[in-house]
C-alpha cells in the first residue's frame, strides 16, 4: 500500500488549501482514511477522517468547521480542503489509512502512512 500526500505550500492566514492523497496497492472498502498534523516535539493530531464505505466524516476540534473531506470513490483520492487558514494550522499534514475501518480515531490505529506535506500559514 502506497499513500502519497500533495498540495502543501505556503500561504497567507485567511486563506484555503486543498491537499491530496492518492492510495495505492489496495482495494477499499470498509476502509477508514484519515489526515493528521504534527508540528516538531507534538504527537500527531487528527484533523479529519471519513469513511471509505459510508462516507462518514469526523473532524478534529481545532478545524471543525474550516474543514471538510471527500474521498473519490473511482480514483481511491481523498481530499482535504481548509478554509480560513490560521497560523496555528501550520505543520506536517499527513495522510493514513485504517484497513479495518473501525472508526478509531488515534494514530495508533492507522497502519499505512504517507510521507506528508508541508503546510505553512503566515500570519
Known amino acids: 500500500v502506497q499513500v502519497v500526500e500533495s498540495g502543501g505550500g505556503s500561504v497567507q492566514a485567511g486563506d484555503s488549501l486543498r491537499l491530496s492523497c492518492v492510495v495505492s496497492g489496495r482495494t477499499f472498502k470498509y476502509d477508514t482514511v484519515a489526515w493528521f498534523r504534527q508540528t516538531p516535539g507534538a504527537e500527531r493530531e487528527l484533523v479529519a477522517g471519513?469513511?471509505?464505505?459510508?462516507?462518514?466524516?469526523y473532524y478534529g476540534v481545532p478545524v471543525r468547521g474550516r474543514a471538510t473531506i471527500s474521498r473519490d470513490k473511482g480514483k481511491t483520492t481523498i481530499a482535504l480542503v481548509m478554509e480560513s487558514l490560521k497560523p496555528e494550522d501550520t505543520a506536517t499534514y499527513f495522510c493514513?489509512?485504517?484497513?479495518?475501518?473501525?472508526?478509531?480515531?488515534?494514530?495508533?490505529?492507522?497502519?499505512?502512512w504517507g510521507q506528508g506535506t508541508r503546510v505553512t500559514v503566515h500570519a
Open positions: 493514513a489509512v485504517d484497513t479495518f475501518g473501525a472508526l478509531r480515531w488515534s494514530a495508533e490505529a492507522f497502519g499505512y
Open positions: 471519513i469513511s471509505w464505505d459510508t462516507g462518514f466524516s
